[in-house]
């Protein structure tokens, strides 16, 4: 390998049901054993790492919420059920996300809730091959239901390793093109995308060459690794518990071949570089206008945010969830097809 190759990991965590006890929608709901169920959660996240460090890798990714907390977020009756699961499961998640990267001295970025003083965010962390954090990323765009409990990032850092600059997105940031593009002007040469759910193969393949960098999208199908060519470097498909890697050579993934004509028109080789220094920021102001042109075709809308329209959203969820716990069918779904409309 050359100096400038540099061995990246994903790894597929498979969804496993949050049991009654560890549910505070259930009956029998129980904080030691929503506890007991996030430390296993976190422990089978820290095993793929540390396959993944066994491999060689240099910068691995686990999912979104390593921790698993999944119901505790959205449960309004108790608030102090996610903060105190929250505080806890962080200090786990820290501690053995830095034991993984210390053993096999790699870089690992993992995402999972984060006190920091009244808030709690959605966070995405850079450890170090030292086990020492790099940085943190805060979750830009949360679902609705995130932000009753949850504070939203405003910004898109990148962080200097030694296997290139680093940028961190979070499950739905990866809708925006805009949230790919901001770590990319700000130097990352890969973004890690840890997420719940798991994106579409042509948005990732889009945010990698859009943005002129490697995309590894840590999910619970799929999760996969893209050059800044669009090229699917790894896939772990449908498999259970996978680890996948790809070299890479960060430095020289973007150059055109000599003959390439734009090489000729620019002077300039690199497709990254001739994209940045090519931009017409002056051209793109309508992409801060908070209430542009194609908004104003719909009607003023307010979105459920305030008390009382959040608990009356608050209370059918609740009911939905309850009804699933007693094995009956569920109103709503995550996902919609023209079949369920007419079922």
């Known amino acids: 390998m050359s100096d400038h190759v540099v061995r990246l990991a994903t790894t597929q965590w498979t969804y496993r049901e949050v049991p009654p006890e560890a549910t505070p929608y259930s009956d029998v709901f129980s904080l030691d054993a929503a506890r007991r169920w996030s430390r296993t959660e976190i422990e089978g996240a820290a095993g793929l790492l540390a396959a993944a460090g066994e491999q060689g890798a240099d910068l691995a990714v686990a999912g979104e919420d390593i921790a698993h907390l999944s119901y505790p977020p959205t ?11 929250a505080r806890e499961t962080a200090a786990l998640a820290h501690q053995a996300l830095s034991e993984v990267a210390r053993q096999h001295e790699m870089h690992i970025v ?27 990323y805060h979750k830009v765009h949360l679902p609705v239901y995130e932000t009753w409990m949850v504070s939203a990032g405003d910004s898109f850092p990148a962080f200097e ?39 579409a193969d042509y948005r990732v393949r889009c945010r990698a060459m859009d943005s002129q960098v490697f995309y590894i999208t840590s999910t619970k199908h799929h999760s996969r690794i893209v050059a800044p060519t669009a090229k699917v470097l790894a896939d772990a498909g449908d498999r259970r518990d996978a680890v996948v890697t790809a070299d890479a050579d960060i430095e020289n993934a973007s150059l055109a071949p000599e003959n390439y004509w734009e090489y000729l028109y620019s002077g300039i080789r690199d497709h990254r570089e001739r994209h940045l220094r090519l931009r017409r920021p002056d051209a793109y102001r309508l992409l801060l206008d908070p209430n542009p042109p194609a908004v104003k075709a719909y009607p003023p809308r307010e979105i459920p945010t305030a008390p009382d329209a959040r608990r009356a959203v608050y209370q059918k969820q609740k009911e939905d969830y ?5 094995g009956e069918r569920l109103h709503y779904t995550w996902t919609w097809s023209a079949e369920q409309e007419e079922a």
């Open 322 to 326: 309850r009804r699933g716990l007693r």
């Open 75 to 85: 449960y309004l009756d108790d608030s102090a059920i996610f903060r105190t699961l």
């Open 161 to 199: 390793t030694d296997v290139g600059v680093v940028g961190m997105l979070i499950c739905y940031d990866e809708v925006w093109p805009e949230s790919a593009a901001a770590c990319a002007l700000n130097g990352a040469r890969i973004i890690c995308h840890p997420s719940a759910a798991s994106p």
């Open 110 to 136: 993992a995402s999972f809730f984060e006190p920091d003083g009244d808030q709690i965010f959605n966070s995405a962390v850079l450890i170090g091959r030292d086990g020492a954090l790099i940085g943190r």
